[in-house]
């Protein structure tokens, strides 16, 4: 992939991105894919120095949304970097089952591509659908100063679903007192985190 650009830098995680799609595609569509999300999803998002900048911000949304989870991290001594570090740098491909990593990539080009992937209101008598301001995981919107530019609101979508997925399963975190429990406590819930209800139906 760099051969093909030189201008392009590597990062460590791009291996993991092209090996997910090597999952659903052949080697040559993985490679234009790869291509294409590079330039209008993943380097907006994670390219040059995006990984620590988003480790570092996650670090301090952290602090502000969940407080109690943030300072336990710190009293224990696990650094929210040692599990973030492959959650945005690998898009979540070597976090989630790849069924919920799939769906957070269909969020993540919609949301590079301009659309609005807020969750959408039902009608009401009669009036039409409207998007909802409220995040999906409630309390969890990154605080204003931190909202970027529009055009790199797939940076601020991973930003919440970490948010979300340490918000689901703090009170289990919490219980755990030592680094490395704390660690493998979370790559369990983590490696979990498939909805199977909403599944499509068989035709």
């Keep these: 992939m760099v051969a093909f650009d030189q201008g392009r830098g590597y990062w460590q995680g791009m291996n993991f991105l092209c090996g997910f799609l090597l999952l659903l595609f052949s ?9 294409r999300l590079l330039d209008t999803v993943f380097y907006p998002v994670l390219g040059a120095h995006g990984p620590r900048a988003e480790m570092q911000l996650l670090s301090e949304v952290l602090a502000e949304k969940l407080p109690r989870l943030s300072d336990h991290f710190a009293e224990i001594g696990l ?8 959650w945005l740098m690998c898009a979540f491909t070597t976090t989630l089952p790849s069924e919920t990593a ?10 590079q591509s301009g659309l609005d992937v807020t969750p959408e209101s039902p009608p009401r008598d009669g009036q039409p659908a409207k998007r909802s301001s409220t995040p999906v995981t409630p309390g969890l919107a990154l605080p204003s100063g931190s909202m970027r530019d529009p055009a790199f609101m797939g940076s601020d979508l991973m930003l919440l679903v970490a948010l979300a997925v340490l918000e689901m399963h703090q ?8 680094p490395s429990l704390l660690y ?5 819930l983590t490696g979990a985190l498939y909805n199977h209800d909403v599944r499509p139906p068989d035709d």
């Design 27 to 35: 080697e040559e569509d993985t490679f234009w894919i790869m291509v």
């Design 171 to 178: 009170e289990e975190l919490l219980a755990q007192t030592e």
């Design 102 to 111: 799939m769906r957070i990539w269909d969020l993540l080009v919609l949301a």
């Design 79 to 86: 650094a929210p970097d040692v599990f973030s570090a492959s």
């Design 184 to 188: 493998n406590k979370l790559k369990q």
